[in-house]
């Protein structure tokens, strides 16, 4: 699902490509020539979209016994630094296009392209978001947001088009806003997917569900506490720390840790490794 995505967008935007590139040559516009680089880079990203998601959907190993799932988060990060990089350098031939106080007219071609290019890019956002929600995939929703950046800064672009024959420096503000709406959606795109690989505390939510599931299938207080949570993609694993009677045996205190990560696995889908501490005498009833 994912993979025909990502070759549904690398096909759709080399078409795009092609065509906003001939009509930024065609008048002169350095936005819509900087708009048609920012639809290659969506081919780009959708190679990615389909190596990680390829790679994510490896099962675990020997050398990755939590399997590949953070593949997917690291090729998002990687769609959003190619982002930064292309609104960067927009953003310099914007401004040595008003500095060189450099006019454009826009001409059919130009309008007709642009208009083209709006309705193509948000059909693809709509579809990555889609399949992105059915597979819960961040790779393929970050994609989406390219897309839809990519048919923000069309709609920016056919609005100077209409205004270039008043404003000589139109076309370089277009540049400007378009490397701006670029870089914003690069922040959008790593921000999540770089907390996740850099590790995420427990969410509270998360803990009072677990300590929900421990008072209801155990018959003793075990205060389970020291909760850490590990996301590998779609597969999540949790350690937590809980308290036992000291002179409790060794059979006993498994079975205990063995029911409670039977049921947050049963209930929750995360895999759960506990470690029993003794019970001080003030914990005691």
């Known amino acids: 699902m994912i993979v025909k995505a990502g ?42 979209v389909i190596f990680g998601a390829t790679l994510a959907g490896k099962p675990a190993d020997d050398e990755h016994p939590f399997g590949h799932g953070r593949a997917e988060h690291i090729a998002a990060v990687i769609i959003g630094v190619l982002l930064a990089i292309i609104s960067f ?31 193509a890019k ?43 024959g008043y404003f000589w420096w139109i076309d370089g503000v277009l540049g400007i806003l378009v490397a701006i709406l670029i870089a914003y959606t690069a922040y959008e795109v790593m921000k999540n997917d770089f907390s996740l690989l850099l590790g995420e505390s427990a969410d509270p939510t998360m803990i009072g569900q677990i300590r929900e599931l421990v008072r209801l299938n155990v018959d003793r207080e075990v205060y389970p506490h020291h909760f850490h949570m590990h996301r590998y993609g779609h597969h999540t694993e ?10 409790m045996t060794l059979d006993e205190a498994h079975h205990i840790c063995s029911v409670i990560e039977e049921a947050i696995e049963k209930e929750l889908g995360i895999i759960t490794t506990i470690h029993p501490e003794p019970l001080p005498m003030s914990y005691d009833d």
Not at 25 to 43: F, M, N, P, R
């Open 7 to 48: 070759w549904v967008s690398i096909i759709v935007n080399l078409v795009l490509f092609a065509l906003k590139y001939w009509a930024g040559i065609v008048s002169g516009s350095i936005a819509i020539v900087a708009d048609a680089w920012h639809t290659l880079s969506d081919s780009v990203s959708s190679i990615i």
């Open 89 to 119: 350098e927009f953003l310099l031939q914007s401004v040595d296009r008003l500095r060189s106080h450099t006019a454009v007219h826009y001409g059919m071609v130009a309008k007709v392209v642009t208009v083209v290019s709006i309705l």
């Open 122 to 164: 948000e059909g693809l956002a709509q579809y990555a978001f889609g399949v992105g929600r059915k597979a819960k995939s961040s790779v393929l929703k970050a994609d989406g947001w390219h897309h839809r950046s990519d048919a923000l800064s069309s709609i920016i672009i056919l609005a100077g088009i209409f205004l270039g």
């Open 238 to 247: 949790l350690s937590c720390h809980i308290k036992l009677p000291p002179e």
